[in-house]
């Protein structure tokens, strides 16, 4: 059962739907004032009345029942005590029947969600600054999928501009074959900042040439431009691996070379393109943005009109409920003039289209620079991560089997939950010792306390003891307390979905895992009476299948042993 939805179900507020109140309903900080708590101000205005009057009404119109065991009102706010032992068994008996789906939903179906992520520049380094976009596109990505969604994650590639010139320019004159194959990214990079160092005005001239060859079809251009994708592609793809990242399209700038031309003759047709200083611009003066340049003066389209090009295909390709753009705040104005150029353009579905912008990701030594040749490989990060967590795990348990592969699962869930558990649009220090805490507010927290709930169900196992998935008893208040966070954990993923803030479903984690750590140390599981420990140990899977799922939303595996 939905407590919120039953609760909701039983409050009449004219005017206010049951949904919306489902979504009022808040956990209030002290548990000792009731399991869910509606603020009444909002009602006030609309009702003429005080929010302690309305509460005070409300709390008399609803009699407890079978679900809910007290109703009362506080300063405004309209309190709700549930029914330890019904939650028990319903909490309970719905993640034993659901498993891995607890918490997943329907409440999405028909929709798609286009999420762009990630969005990788050919040839250019894959550095710390992309750890968000693309660890946050991927959470958001299995979230929406989780709740019935249908989600089209895009990786919208670098794939366009002069600098491809200049990195033909910089391979014919420096480059070999066998070394740019061997060095892969790397060695491709290298070339393109070696001719930012040396270029004079005749290599610049001689890198535009090269990129008017590419955009005019020239073969040798082509092959080469080609070659330099899919080495960037290739090694892209094994962090993307080791992240758990999936894409459905890598339709990156490129694409729409020949789907920009229809977009620039529609703006001009409804009579929003003007004549700038040679350049053809979208004035949003009257919308206090500085002007939507769409082509320059020698003809040449911008970021911004391969967007509008890109959002009208979404539209017409998967027609979504929702385009997602997980992008830098720093772009916030870029895409508040592209999605103000559609509503110009009459497109109603620009309401669609969602800037999800977080904040900068940087290193506690500093080391985050964007210098030349100063710039933090996110592979790095990863790779020393997981070193540590193996220096780690040698050290606390030595007998530990396959410590390289829990090393691994630590270790990337370290920088993932890293740059997932602060609210998206704070900036972020990362630091590796924090990170891989095993007390602090940590992705390797949450999973040593999977592989703690595991190490007591094998051992019950090992003894032969037997219990039911969905034991009934009357919890104590520790029980209590984490039987109320486990069934808190579907409204989670749905507030995480809607407000785009895959840290609500962090936060869950590290809090769920912090209730299950004191119920542990305060009750006895396997030395309890026989029918106590049986509605122990079913709490105990039962946590241990929620926090897996909460974890796996957000692309991090759970070791079965640490
Ligand atoms: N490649 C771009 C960058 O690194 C991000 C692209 C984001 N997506 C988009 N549709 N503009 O800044």
Redesign the pocket.
Known sequence: MDYRQYIAGKINVEGVSSEEIASLLAVPPDSAMGDFALPCFRFAKALRKSPVLIAETLAKEIAPDGVIAEVSALNGYLNFKVNKEGLAADVLARIAREGRQYGASDEGAGKTVCI?YS???IAKPFHIG?LS?TVLGGALYRIFNFLGYKAVGIN???DYGTQFGKLISAYKRWGNREEVEKGGIHAVNALYVRFNEEADEAMEAEAREYFRLIESGDKEANDLFEWFKSLTLAYVEKIYDRLHIKFDSYAG?RFYTDKMAPVVEELKKKGLLKESNGAQIVDLEPYGMPPCLILRSDGASL?AT??LA?AIYRKNTYDFYKCL?V??YQ?NL??KQVFKVLELMGYEWAKDLVHVAYGMVSLEDGAMSTRKGKVVWLEDVISRCVEKARVILEEKNPALENKDAVAETVGVGAVVFGALYNNKIKDIVFSYDKALNFDGETSVYVQYTCARAASVLTKAAAEGIAFGDAAEGTPCAQEAELLKALSDFPATVHEAAEKYEPSFVARWCVDTAKLFNKFYFDCKILQAEADVRAFRLALTKATLTALTNGLELLGIGVPEKM
Do not use: K
Request: glycine fraction near 4%.
């Open positions: 762009d969005s990788v520049n992309h976009t919208h590639l670098g700038e970021y391969r967007d890109a753009y992008v830098a772009q870029h895409f």
